[in-house]
């Protein structure tokens, strides 16, 4: 790539998504002189990509665009422009095989189901007990990101079998933040391990189901003490996490202070589950009745949620303007809710 000259009329393009595998040798001044980094689009992003790909499928009259695309931009965070054009495709798709002369917000909700939690497999069959282990599973979940501060809210919680293992899932809308503090993610570790404790408190057995759960929260306790510096045995320090995201198998620390992160890790997640069953043994009778509204529509939303377990207390109060209380535009079940957050479960 030497030799060219500023008068020679060649630009060379080159674009990855993994920068950290390249060779330094590409990163070198005058290989590349101009590195942009591209991350997902934001929620005003995705509005505009949104009105790249939203005018090539057909709306009903009284739908307006715009607003479409801000309820799907709301309804999507973290999605990239490839997920988006997802969406309007499978959405699509939907509403050719209902015969539909025109999309409407059902189709997109079963895309964006589609996208996160991946083909409905109703072939996929569980009996009786099965369901109902998936049903409080799911609804431990929920009454623990409830009664949370820092949790997410709670948009959609499904008992239909999806994608390769996924029995069950939640939905949920994060906040579009770069930092989050301890309580934050501590908060984030009940959620996920209210599943498993719904089991033990209502069966006093545990399953399988909470694999993908447990993976998260090994993740997220090592994360804290090796990476943020948030543990007081170990101090302000920070190792780098593995490339893929798991666990590391050679540690750039000492066997003693491997021992201590270990120890530390245990008592993280133990404070954690601790916490966890103490709320959902207060609120058994409500996780009992969600998992039963559960079984019945397989599918609930906010809207039902929050019949069962009422106002959740730390939902921002509704806007007060010069004519008097204005509430914020409720998510409902017609706008299909939706995260990626926390993803399928298996």
């Known amino acids: 790539m030497d030799g060219f000259v500023s008068t020679g009329n060649v630009v060379v393009l080159a674009g990855t998504n993994r920068p950290d595998i390249l060779d330094s040798a590409l990163l070198r001044p005058g290989r590349f002189d101009r590195q942009i980094q591209v991350d997902a689009p934001d929620v005003k992003g995705r509005v505009e990509i949104l009105h790249v790909y939203l005018p090539k499928v057909t709306l009903p009259p009284d739908m307006q665009l715009d607003e ?3 309820k799907l931009a709301e309804l999507t965070p973290g999605f ?39 083909l409905e497999k109703k072939s996929k069959v569980l009996s009786l007990d099965e369901k109902t282990l998936v049903a409080h599973h799911e609804a431990g979940h929920a009454v623990t990101g409830w009664f949370l501060k820092h949790a ?6 499904s008992i239909v079998p999806r994608g390769m293992a996924a029995l069950g899932y939640a939905q949920y809308l994060p906040k579009e933040q770069k930092l989050y503090t301890k309580d934050q993610m501590i908060d984030q570790m009940c959620m996920m391990l209210g599943g498993r404790i719904a089991e033990k408190i209502f069966f006093d057995r545990i399953s399988t189901g909470a694999q993908d759960d447990l993976q998260k929260v090994t993740r997220l306790a090592y994360s804290i003490i090796t990476t943020y510096g948030m543990n007081d045995q170990i101090g302000n320090r920070s190792y780098p996490p593995s490339q893929d995201g798991g666990l590391q198998h050679s540690r750039p620390y000492s ?3 491997a ?10 997640a133990n404070a954690a589950y601790e916490r966890t069953f103490a709320l959902l043994s207060e609120k058994k009778e409500l996780a009992r009745a969600l998992a039963a509204l559960l079984l019945e529509k397989e599918v609930i939303h906010k809207d039902d949620v929050e019949g069962v377990l009422g106002k959740r207390p730390y939902d921002p109060p509704p806007f007060v303007g010069a004519g008097g209380v204005t509430p914020e535009p409720a998510l409902t079940s017609a ?12």
């Open 259 to 268: 021992e201590m992160v270990d120890a530390q890790a245990r008592e993280l």
């Open 68 to 70: 479409v695309a801000h």
């Open 335 to 346: 706008a299909a809710e939706l995260p990626r957050p926390v993803g399928p479960r298996p």
């Open 255 to 257: 066997e003693a202070t």
């Open 152 to 157: 997410a809210p709670l948009l959609k919680v």
């Open 80 to 118: 990239t422009g490839a997920e988006l054009a997802n969406v309007v495709n499978e959405a699509a798709l939907i509403a050719a095989r209902a015969n539909k002369e025109c999309l409407d917000f059902s189709d997109f909700s079963g895309a964006i189901d589609r996208v996160i939690g991946g």
